[in-house]
C-alpha cells in the first residue's frame, strides 16, 4: 500500500454547522449511480448530481438532521431529524413540492411536517429493510428498538410491530455527552443469496454462508433472515434476527432473548461493516470503536470444530467514520484519513508479523490484541466516507465530507 495515492477533487463546499455533543456524528454521505445525498448535521440535505456535476436540490427539514437512509426498492430517502421523528421523501419527483426560480442553479425543497411518518423524539438511529423501518432510541436508562411496518405514500404515522428493550449499561460510553458520543451504528446483515440484499442500499451486506450460521445460528440461516446488527454508545455489538421459526421464537423468556450480545467492544460502536469479499458474500465482518479498537470476526478452526473466531486489534488513532471496500478499510480520524488492507495473504511489506489476516488455527487459548499499521493518505478534516454505489470491488475510489 506504500505506493497508493489518493488524489482529492473538490465537487461542492458547504458550511459546517457548530454542533452539539448529540449532533456528533451527524455528518453522511450516500452515494447513488446518478446522485450523491449529504448531510452536515444541519436543517439542511444536498443533492449532488454525478452527471450534471453541481449540486441540483437543496432539502430544508424542520429540524437538524442527524441520519439518512436510502429505501432502493421505492426511491425513498429517509431522513431522521433530532429530537423530532423520521421523514420519508419521495426522490423520483424530487422537485415536485419545491421552488426553482427561473435562471437558479440550485433548487430549494422545503420539507412540510406531513412527510413525518414516525414522530418519535428519543430515536436516536434507524435502518430501512425489507418494507420494515427498524429504530434505535434511549428513553432513560433504556435502549429501545422498535420495528415498524411502512405503508404506502400517504399513509402515516407507520404501525408499530414490535419494540424491544435492552438496559443501559452504566459505562462512560453510554453517557450522551461529551465529544466521543456516538448514536447508536445499525446495519443489516444477509445470508449470501438472499433475495433482498439485490436491492438493498447504505448498510446492508452479506456474509458468506458459513459465517452466517456460525454467527446467527442455522435456523436464521435456513429460513435466510436478515439480521440487524446493533452497535451501542456502550460498547456492546448486539444482533437482532428479524425472522425465526414460530416453535423456535423465544417468547416465554422475555422480550430481551430476542436481542443477543455478540461482543462488548468496551468503547462505544461508531462503525460495522464486511469485507474481504468472495464469491458467497464478505468473509470478515468488522466492529470499529470510537477510541480506535477493532473487532475482526473470520471463521476459525477451534478445537471443536469450525467457530467465528472474535479477535480485538488496535488501531493507531480514534475513529470518527469509516467505510469498507472489498480489500481496505478507510477511516478518518477527524485531522487525517488512513488506509488499511484488508485482503488475506497480501500483508504490507515488513508487516508480515503483524498483519490483519494472521493466522490463528486454534482459539482455545486467547490471542493478545496487537497494533495494526493503516498508512496515511494525506487527506485531512475529513467528517464522512462512503465508497460510490458502482465502485468495483478493492477499488480506492471513495466520496468524502
Not at 420519508?88 to 406531513?114: A, E, F
Not at 433504556?142 to 424491544?164: A, M
Not at 488513532?317 to 484488508?342: F, K
Request: net charge neutral; with cysteine; glycine share 10%.
Amino acid at each position: 500500500m506504500a505506493g497508493r495515492r489518493c488524489v482529492v477533487d473538490c465537487l461542492a463546499a458547504f458550511q459546517s454547522p457548530a454542533l452539539v455533543a448529540e449532533q456528533a456524528g451527524s455528518s453522511q454521505v450516500i452515494c447513488r449511480e446518478s446522485d450523491i445525498y449529504l448531510c452536515n448535521g444541519s436543517e439542511f440535505v444536498s443533492v449532488y448530481s454525478k452527471l450534471e456535476k453541481c449540486v441540483k436540490v437543496i432539502y430544508s427539514f424542520p429540524g437538524n438532521v442527524c441520519h439518512l437512509a436510502e429505501d432502493t426498492e421505492k426511491d425513498n430517502l429517509y431522513v431522521l431529524c433530532a429530537k423530532d421523528g423520521v421523514y420519508c421523501i419521495p426522490l423520483q419527483n424530487r422537485m415536485s413540492t419545491g421552488s426553482q426560480s427561473h435562471g437558479d442553479l440550485v433548487g430549494s425543497c422545503s420539507v412540510s411536517p406531513d412527510s413525518c411518518v414516525l414522530r418519535d423524539p428519543t430515536v436516536l438511529s434507524f435502518i430501512f429493510l425489507e418494507s420494515i423501518l427498524v429504530t434505535v432510541g434511549q428513553a432513560g436508562k433504556t435502549w429501545t428498538l422498535s420495528l415498524f411496518e411502512t405503508v404506502d405514500k400517504g399513509q402515516s404515522p407507520y404501525r408499530k410491530l414490535e419494540e424491544l428493550q435492552v438496559p443501559i449499561l452504566a459505562t462512560r460510553g453510554a453517557s450522551s455527552a461529551g465529544k466521543d458520543w456516538r448514536p447508536p451504528a445499525l446495519c443489516c446483515i444477509y445470508p449470501h443469496g438472499a433475495k433482498g440484499k439485490a436491492r438493498s442500499g447504505t448498510g446492508h451486506f452479506s456474509l458468506e454462508p458459513g459465517l452466517f450460521s456460525l454467527l446467527f445460528g442455522v435456523d436464521a440461516s435456513m429460513v435466510t433472515s436478515p439480521v440487524v446488527l446493533c452497535g451501542l454508545p456502550d460498547g456492546r455489538l448486539c444482533c437482532l434476527p428479524l425472522r425465526l421459526p414460530v416453535s423456535l421464537a423465544p417468547a416465554d423468556k422475555g422480550e430481551e432473548s430476542k436481542v443477543r450480545v455478540l461482543h462488548h467492544l468496551g468503547q462505544p460502536v461508531c462503525f460495522i461493516g464486511a469485507s474481504l469479499a468472495g464469491e458467497k458474500g464478505n468473509g470478515c465482518l468488522l466492529a470499529l470503536g470510537r477510541g480506535g479498537k477493532a473487532l475482526v470476526v473470520t471463521p476459525r478452526l477451534g478445537s471443536e470444530g469450525r467457530v467465528a473466531g472474535f479477535t480485538e486489534q488496535h488501531l493507531s488513532s480514534p475513529v470518527a467514520s469509516a467505510c469498507c471496500s472489498g480489500t481496505h478499510l478507510y477511516y478518518s480520524t477527524g485531522s487525517q484519513l488512513l488506509a488499511l488492507q484488508l485482503s488475506p495473504g497480501t500483508p504490507e511489506a515488513g508487516d508480515s508479523k503483524d498483519s490483519w489476516e494472521r493466522a490463528v488455527p486454534d482459539q482455545t487459548s486467547p490471542v493478545p490484541p496487537h497494533s495494526l499499521s493503516p498508512v496515511s493518505l494525506n487527506v485531512c478534516s475529513l467528517a464522512a466516507l462512503a465508497l460510490p454505489a458502482d465502485s468495483p470491488t478493492g477499488t480506492a475510489a471513495q466520496l468524502f465530507m
